[in-house]
T-cell receptor, first 112, second 114 residues
Framework: KQEVTQIPAALSVPEGENLVLNCSFT??????LQWFRQDPGKGLTSLLL?????REQTSGRLNASLDKSSGRSTLYIAASQPGDSATYLC???????????FGGGTRVLVKP | NAGVTQTPKFQVLKTGQSMTLQCAQD?????MSWYRQDPGMGLRLIHY???????DQGEVPNGYNVSRSTTEDFPLRLLSAAPSQTSVYFC?????????????FGNGTRLTVT
């Protein structure tokens, strides 16, 4: 059974610092790896999707990498801003159908 | 474009009552699914559908029923609510189940069962 872990559960950084969020998974036979953002009381917003055949994806200040052999994905957020404060979740899909296994999330606070 | 719409936003039920959580999407997405989010447990898949008329169980299906009579709608039914079903419920959809199709979520329904 796939298990997805995100450590740390929370972190706080000063504005302008680069953020590095970690995601590990136990089964390397993934279909894709997705990163989401969740604001309090809201749903999840898709940030980046990395297909199994890809090593990384980029969108603006966000970059996500995937290393299946080590069972890790990393989300980098450059030059963090207070508006980046949220919970970030990663999720792995084992096969077609978008049935995702989620990590517990990392709650990020960016201090002005 | 409304995306994924869930109603109601909040609901309080007594143990044993039944109710239906509504989910609709206007993106012509083929795949739809229901997740519940609990502190310390993360999001877990309840049921999913790969198209109209086709549904299947996820990780935690007990106590819930679903049907998919149209592409747009995917309601989740609680037949006899229990306190263990107190949670935040999210409906999600994707264009397909292919590797490059991200999941889109609704804003959730916060359910309390007393």
């Amino acid at each position: 059974k796939q298990e997805v872990t995100q450590i740390p559960a929370a972190l706080s950084v000063p504005e302008g610092e680069n953020l590095v969020l970690n995601c590990s998974f136990t089964d390397s036979a993934i279909y894709n790896l997705q990163w989401f953002r969740q604001d309090p009381g809201k749903g999840l917003t898709s940030l980046l999707l990395i297909q199994s055949s890809q090593r990384e994806q980029t969108s603006g200040r966000l970059n996500a990498s995937l290393d299946k052999s080590s069972g890790r994905s990393t989300l980098y957020i450059a030059a963090s801003q207070p508006g980046d404060s949220a919970t970030y979740l990663c999720a792995a899909s084992k096969a077609a159908g978008n049935k995702l296994t989620f990590g517990g999330g990392t709650r990020v606070l960016v201090k002005p | 474009n409304a995306g994924v719409t869930q109603t109601p936003k909040f609901q309080v039920l007594k143990t044993g009552q039944s109710m239906t959580l509504q989910c609709a999407q206007d993106m012509n997405h083929e795949y739809m699914s229901w997740y519940r989010q609990d502190p310390g447990m993360g999001l877990r898949l309840i049921h999913y559908s790969v198209g109209a008329g086709i549904t299947d169980q996820g990780e935690v299906p007990n106590g819930y029923n679903v049907s998919r009579s149209t592409t747009e709608d995917f309601p989740l039914r609680l037949l006899s609510a229990a306190p263990s079903q107190t949670s935040v419920y999210f409906c999600a959809s994707s264009y397909s189940g292919t590797a490059n199709s991200p999941l889109h979520f609704g804003n959730g329904t916060r359910l309390t069962v007393t």
